[in-house]
């Protein structure tokens, strides 16, 4: 396959995939992608501390969707030749400015899903850590702030309609409670 600039002229390529996930060879040019209502791979990074606090983003008032809502530490789209692993590691380096360690990184959610009128497969991954907020540096034109929640405070933002709207994000918190009870053991 012709290798193709996955970002050039500030212009994002991916993958198309098929219902079932899998790349069917065909690769546009992402806000193409997304008026033609093709599905594609996003793949989605919480962060939970030593201490069972979560990470979240509250995503810039500038963003085109869930403007100023709070949101798991770091998401993007995976650039056509991309691995999920690759985007993650590639999105939370660009958000956060932090190199994640893949020893403690597990896939616990692998699914397609719809939001509005668009279909979407979407990976997500939870890092166990004590990452250090001191040590992070936001993108600022899509992070306005980053802060540690408990579960609860989580579910408050969630029922509150103050955290980013995402088909996988009610069972994405029942996942990372479990997670945390889990480990609480």
């Keep these: 396959m012709k290798e193709i600039n996955t970002n050039c002229n ?3 390529y991916l993958d198309i995939l098929d ?16 008026k ?12 939970i501390n030593n201490s069972n606090k979560i990470l979240l983003q509250k995503r810039s008032i500038n963003r085109n969707s869930n403007a100023g809502k ?35 990184l597990k896939l616990v959610y692998s699914q397609i899903g719809k939001n509005k009128e668009k279909y979407s497969y979407h990976d997500v ?13 936001i993108q600022t034109e899509e992070i306005d702030e980053i802060k540690y ?25 029942n996942i990372i409670k479990k997670e945390i009870e889990n480990g609480k053991n």
């Design 10 to 12: 500030n212009k994002e």
């Design 19 to 34: 219902i079932n996930g899998n790349k069917t060879g065909i690769i546009k040019e992402r806000l193409q992608a997304k």
């Design 36 to 47: 033609d209502k093709d599905i594609y791979k996003i793949v989605y990074l919480w962060i």
């Design 70 to 104: 709070w949101d798991c530490a770091t998401a993007g789209h995976v650039l056509a030749g991309e691995t999920s692993i690759d985007a993650l590691k590639r999105e939370t380096r660009e958000e956060l400015n932090l190199e994640i360690d893949l020893k403690n």
């Design 125 to 137: 991954y939870i890092l166990k850590g004590n990452i250090m907020l001191n040590k992070l540096k």
């Design 149 to 173: 929640f408990t579960i609860d405070e989580v579910i408050m933002l969630f029922k509150n309609n103050l955290f980013a709207n995402d088909f996988h994000n009610q069972e994405m918190i």
